[in-house]
């Protein structure tokens, strides 16, 4: 299947202001990047670099005055919903492999040293991998409110206090109760299409999910929606949405607007047969 994905960002600079930048669809994952678009306005050199959890990260200097970054790309993926492996053992910190130690360990928006007690209370007598990760989704799902006004510095504890957050909370949660209950687990963003789900009026945003390692495998959980999904699309992965925020600001600017889009498409020959004329000079 094929998917569009992209967004359109604009800001408003009052000095030229330093910008990272994390919002290509990831190459280590099962997607295929077909085609790709990228678009500035005004004009300004942009370097990329990858970090190092592997992601792709654009650098460049936003001039004073406005600056628009707009991103397409067609993504090819398999029509399938996420694996569902409910037999997957738990693996013992002992035999888990050194580079997948880190995710084990508190991050600044996760800090699972302090879930520790309420975790194995509410979640230790469930037995196997799979299943106990699993438990931490059904009682996140039912038990926190979608929605808030939390900002980039709310923490999983305090969302967690809260008993509400937006997907960003539930996926910080998600990582610190796995963390605390022995589990590598870190924190995903991407791009996710309504595929088969009930039409939803809110604005499309970027998602963001996480993997957790049970048995030799990162497998994907979405306590937000906690339902197998089609079509996610990777964008990064790190121990938590500082390590991949979309955008990282050495300044101060003020954000103006925001579009992210994801949607299938029927198996176009390009970009332009869906972008059309639109008068952007892309890259």
Request: proline share 8%; charged share 15%; glycine share 6%.
């Amino acid at each position: 299947m094929h998917v569009h994905v992209g967004c359109s960002l604009t800001y408003a600079c009052p000095q030229p202001t330093p910008m990272l930048f994390v919002l290509r669809p990831s190459l280590n994952t099962n997607h295929y990047l077909i085609e790709e678009r990228r678009y500035t306005n005004p004009v300004v050199p942009i370097n990329q670099y990858m970090d190092s959890y592997g992601n792709e990260v654009w650098r460049l200097v936003a001039p004073t005055g406005r600056l628009q970054i707009k991103y397409d790309g067609l993504v090819a993926l398999p029509p399938t919903p996420d694996l569902v492996l409910p037999d997957l053992p738990k693996t013992p910190v002992e035999n888990l492999p050194y580079d997948v130690i880190i995710y084990t360990l508190p991050s600044r928006l996760c800090p699972s040293d302090l879930f520790v007690n309420d975790a194995w209370q509410l979640f230790g007598h469930v037995q196997g991998g799979w299943a106990q990760v699993q438990a931490v989704c059904d009682w996140l799902h039912s038990h926190i409110v979608y929605g808030g006004d939390g900002t980039s510095s709310t923490t999983a504890w305090d969302a967690y206090h809260q008993r509400r957050g937006v997907c960003r909370d539930f996926a910080h949660l998600g990582v610190a109760f796995c963390r605390a209950l022995n589990f590598p687990a870190r924190y995903v963003c991407g791009y996710l299409p309504d595929i088969n789900v009930p039409f939803d009026p809110t604005p499309m945003d970027f998602h963001a999910w996480f993997e957790v390692y049970i048995d030799g495998v990162w497998c994907t959980f979405d306590a937000r929606h906690n339902s197998p999904r089609i079509g996610r699309v990777l964008i990064a992965r790190g121990r938590d949405a500082i390590d991949i925020a979309f955008a990282t600001v050495y300044g101060s600017m003020e954000l103006l607007n925001i579009q992210v889009w994801a949607d299938q498409v029927d198996e176009p020959l390009s970009l332009s047969s869906i972008l059309g004329q639109n008068g952007d000079s892309y890259e």
